[in-house]
């Protein structure tokens, strides 16, 4: 695991933005995994300012989301599409038909899901997966006590998930209970993999994640088998880390 620090959550973008631009420079036809909620949203903002710049173009890029909630229609302005479309996609000039979000409304769950895997690999996999990180540890939105060999699967969101994406929705009543996610094997098949994290209230799980011992209780911990991961975390999601 390779552990940067940086001042704040500005570096962290800029630097996570970096790497998402010379992966996408080396390989005009790379195919990214994405994230959403909080944590990426200034990288998605430093990479459409590259963009507008000229740096770099997204026409060949191919896009696979980690997650959806799973019910919740495309056009639902909480959406994992709808935030896509508007912090990222809308500003960019990726071809819509190489987007892909899991289907939180498909009628059969499981082809949803196989599909998906199987467009992951037959697209020779993803070459560089961005991940937040979840308080209890979760990536996408694999919940403690996951299973690591899963692929993409219908999950039940932990009650910390729930309450923690409460501040996106009305009450906490809306904020679905399950999500399409991406498994743990198919996060771990991807060539790179780049977490980011800021602010205090990551600090534990990012001590969890890089110190403690491998295990589902802490779903990021497996990250320490995969051969190249970059953290990139701001100083207070370090913080635990120095001793
Ligand atoms: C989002 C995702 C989640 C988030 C995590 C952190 O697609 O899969 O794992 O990355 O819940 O969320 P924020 O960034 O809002 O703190």
């Not at 026409?59 to 997650?67: A, G, H, I, P, Y």
């Not at 990726?94 to 037959?122: F, L, R, V």
């Not at 771990?188 to 993999?193: A, D, G, L, Q």
């Not at 205090?200 to 990021?220: M, N, R, S, W």
Request: charged content about 25%; glycine content about 6%.
């Amino acid at each position: 695991m390779r552990i940067i620090v940086v001042d704040n959550y500005k570096e962290m973008s800029k630097k996570a933005a970096a790497m998402i631009a010379s992966q996408i420079i080396l390989k005009p036809n790379s195919v990214l995994g994405l994230a959403t909620g909080d944590t990426p949203l200034g990288m998605y903002k430093e990479l459409i300012e590259m963009y507008d710049m000229k740096q770099i173009d997204f026409r060949e890029v191919k896009s696979f989301n980690l997650d959806e909630y799973y019910g919740l229609e495309k056009e639902n302005s909480q959406s994992y599409h709808h935030y896509m479309i508007k912090n990222f996609f809308s500003n960019i000039n990726i071809d819509k038909e190489k987007i892909n979000i899991p289907n939180g409304k498909a009628k059969n769950i499981k082809k949803e899901c196989e599909n998906y895997d199987k467009k992951i690999s037959d697209s020779g996999n993803i070459d560089i997966q961005v991940l937040g990180i979840g308080v209890n540890g979760h990536i996408g939105f694999n919940e403690p006590s996951v299973d690591f060999k899963a692929g993409t699967h219908l999950v039940e969101l932990d009650e910390k998930t729930i309450k923690s994406n409460s501040r996106f929705f009305n009450s906490i009543e809306d904020v679905p209970t399950k999500a399409i996610s991406m498994g743990i094997k198919t996060i771990m098949n991807s060539k790179k993999i780049v977490l980011l994290a800021n602010g205090k209230g990551k600090a534990d799980a990012i001590f969890k994640t890089v110190k403690g011992k491998i295990c589902p209780e802490v779903p990021a911990s497996v990250l320490q088998f995969h051969n190249d991961v970059t953290i990139i975390l701001d100083k207070e999601a370090a913080g635990k880390l120095e001793s």
